[in-house]
């Protein structure tokens, strides 16, 4: 019977390491898609991109613009009006105007229902050549990536590039770290990413060590159920 209760103890800690495993991983799906973006161009022979934090506030401003116009094959039909990123999506963000870069290009894709960058990568966002094309402008120097679940719990992804110069273009205010955006992540964030899965792996994890602490206590109080 000892056995056996160290091998139930055994399978609750694997399973408790792996969601917080995965917990970590999933942080934020929104940095962990440039390290995606990054390894194609390094695969093609490019450059890296530069992770910029304002540029993935903007991109992330845009994603929820998208809000209610996702297709049944995973596109996005939404363009906003030229003046909204510095009007409204800049100040929303809190990127310094006077740093406001150029913006060479963008894709965008949704899915009803998470997937891991890799997966929104090749299923949602790159399927075509044209995407592919966007990905692989040798005039790109940083990028910025914004993910939220939005209407009716689909996910909505904006990627936008810029020629811009590393740490100097879509510079945010506070000392970078900008204003707190109340859904969804974007790549390079100072703040911690609010999106429902990981709140779920949260709980699991939770739910996870109360088990595993009632087996311990269920042990050294002699519970009939776990005999030693």
Not at 78 to 106: K, M, R, S, W, Y
Not at 112 to 141: C, G, M, Q, W
Not at 179 to 200: D, E
Request: aromatic residues 10%.
């Amino acid at each position: 019977m000892k056995k056996k209760n160290s091998s139930l103890m055994s399978i609750l800690l694997l399973l408790s390491l792996s969601f917080l495993a995965s917990s970590k991983r999933h942080g934020n799906p929104a940095s962990e898609m440039v390290n995606v973006l990054n390894q194609n161009r390094t695969a093609w022979k490019l450059g890296k991109l530069h992770e910029s934090p304002g540029l993935g506030c903007i991109a992330l401003q845009y994603a929820e613009l998208c809000e209610g116009n996702c297709n049944v094959n995973n596109t996005l039909t939404c363009e906003p009006p030229e003046d909204d990123f510095t009007q409204v999506f800049a100040p929303n963000c809190g990127v310094e105007l006077p740093t406001f870069g150029t913006i060479t290009g963008h894709v965008l894709g949704c899915g009803t229902h998470y997937a891991t960058p890799e997966a929104s990568f090749s299923d949602i966002l790159f399927r075509d050549n044209k995407s592919l094309l966007v990905l692989r402008n040798r005039s790109h120097t940083e990028v910025g990536v914004g993910m939220a679940r939005l209407h009716k719990g689909i996910y909505f992804w904006c990627i936008l590039f810029s020629d811009g110069g590393t740490n100097s273009s879509f510079a945010l205010e506070a000392n970078g770290r900008g204003i707190k955006q109340r859904k969804g992540c974007y790549s390079g964030s100072a703040f911690s990413c609010s999106n429902a899965h990981i709140i779920c792996m949260r709980l699991l994890n939770s739910f996870l060590g109360i088990l595993l602490s009632s087996f311990c206590l269920f042990r050294h109080c002699g519970c009939p159920f776990f005999k030693c």
